[in-house]
């Protein structure tokens, strides 16, 4: 999101942020509950444009929010919520994307507080390299028409007992909720924001080989020497990769590879 949303959203983190320190590990319930919120939204259009319309008075949307949570929520959440659709928004679909955001922002949270946040972003971004083998899990995963039930079940056979409990939610979540996305691409998104709440940059190398403690230790400081902050490497052994690495930071994709050297050198000559 960007300009007025993307400031409303940073405004919303930064006023739910002490509200999350002080849950403590009760964060992953009112992160829970802003899903339940968004899935509410996501269904009805109707309610979904009343909390996001611009010509609409503040008070008004604060008191239709606060009328229709009041009772059934988390007092916290429904405060959270009526205050983002207080503010400012390009559209009501990042109002509703703001609240994703803020419940993922808690759930991980919630992990935080347990110390086990490290963990949860480790097995996020290890479930989607082995993902990467199982073409029909993925398809499952990410299909609209198989029913959230069954695929929330596939999710429970897969990870139950193997993972932290955060990270099976938010696999569950990532496939009963697709909301237009790919089921891995909503695991690394949740990676992401789990890395950013440890004030880290996650940055996804491929390499034809096994990298040495040594050379993760330069190129990890490489990286933070270039964009100034702790980056958390995950690095993936690609054998068809013939040489060099692949690095994508965020947006950023620095490619190496002696496979991408060639490709550009046959460019070159196509042009």
Same mark, same amino acid.
């Given at each position: 999101?960007?300009?007025?949303?993307?400031?409303?959203?940073?405004?919303?983190?930064?006023?739910?942020?002490?509200?999350?320190?002080?849950?403590?590990?009760?964060?992953?319930?009112?992160?829970?509950?802003?899903?339940?919120?968004?899935?509410?939204?996501?269904?009805?259009?109707?309610?979904?444009?009343?909390?996001?319309?611009?010509?609409?008075?503040?008070?008004?949307?604060?008191?239709?929010?606060?009328?229709?949570?009041?009772?059934?929520?988390?007092?916290?959440?429904?405060?959270?919520?009526?205050?983002?659709?207080?503010?400012?928004?390009?559209?009501?679909?990042?109002?509703?994307?703001?609240?994703?955001?803020?419940?993922?922002?808690?759930?991980?949270?919630?992990?935080?507080?347990?110390?086990?946040?490290?963990?949860?972003?480790?097995?996020?971004?290890?479930?989607?390299?082995?993902?990467?083998?199982?073409?029909?899990?993925?398809?499952?995963?990410?299909?609209?028409?198989?029913?959230?039930?069954?695929?929330?079940?596939?999710?429970?056979?897969?990870?139950?007992?193997? @993972?932290?409990?955060?990270?099976?939610?938010?696999?569950?979540?990532?496939?009963?909720?697709?909301?237009?996305?790919?089921?891995?691409?909503?695991?690394?998104?949740?990676?992401? @924001?789990?890395?950013?709440?440890?004030?880290?940059?996650?940055?996804?190398?491929?390499?034809?080989?096994?990298?040495?403690?040594?050379?993760?230790?330069?190129?990890?400081?490489?990286?933070?020497?270039?964009?100034?902050?702790?980056?958390?490497?995950?690095?993936?052994?690609?054998?068809?990769?013939?040489?060099?690495?692949?690095?994508? @930071?965020?947006?950023?994709?620095?490619?190496?590879?002696?496979?991408?050297?060639?490709?550009?050198?046959?460019?070159?000559?196509?042009?």
């Amino acid at each position: 999101m960007r300009g007025t949303s993307g400031a409303s959203l940073t405004a919303a983190q930064e006023r739910f942020e002490p509200v999350l320190r002080t849950a403590g590990a009760g964060a992953h319930a009112l992160g829970e509950q802003l899903f339940a919120v968004v899935d509410a939204l996501d269904g009805s259009t109707a309610l979904r444009r009343s909390l996001a319309d611009p010509s609409r008075a503040a008070g008004d949307k604060v008191a239709l929010a606060t009328s229709i949570l009041s009772g059934g929520f988390d007092e916290r959440v429904v405060d959270l919520v009526a205050g983002v659709a207080r503010s400012r928004w390009s559209s009501d679909a990042d109002l509703v994307d703001a609240l994703e955001r803020l419940g993922v922002d808690a759930v991980l949270a919630g992990a935080e507080a347990r110390g086990a946040l490290e963990t949860v972003e480790d097995e996020l971004f290890r479930l989607t390299r082995v993902l990467v083998g199982e073409r029909e899990a993925r398809q499952v995963l990410s299909d609209s028409s198989t029913a959230a039930e069954r695929r929330g079940a596939l999710v429970d056979t897969l990870l139950s007992g193997k @993972v932290d409990d955060t990270t099976q939610a938010l696999a569950r979540r990532a496939t009963s909720s697709l909301r237009g996305r790919r089921f891995v691409a909503t695991l690394i998104w949740f990676g992401e @924001v789990a890395a950013e709440r440890r004030k880290r940059l996650v940055a996804s190398v491929t390499s034809g080989s096994v990298l040495t403690e040594a050379q993760q230790a330069r190129l990890s400081a490489l990286l933070e020497n270039a964009y100034g902050r702790a980056v958390q490497l995950n690095v993936t052994v690609d054998p068809t990769v013939v040489g060099g690495l692949r690095i994508q @930071v965020g947006a950023d994709v620095v490619d190496s590879t002696v496979l991408s050297r060639l490709a550009d050198a046959r460019r070159r000559l196509a042009g």
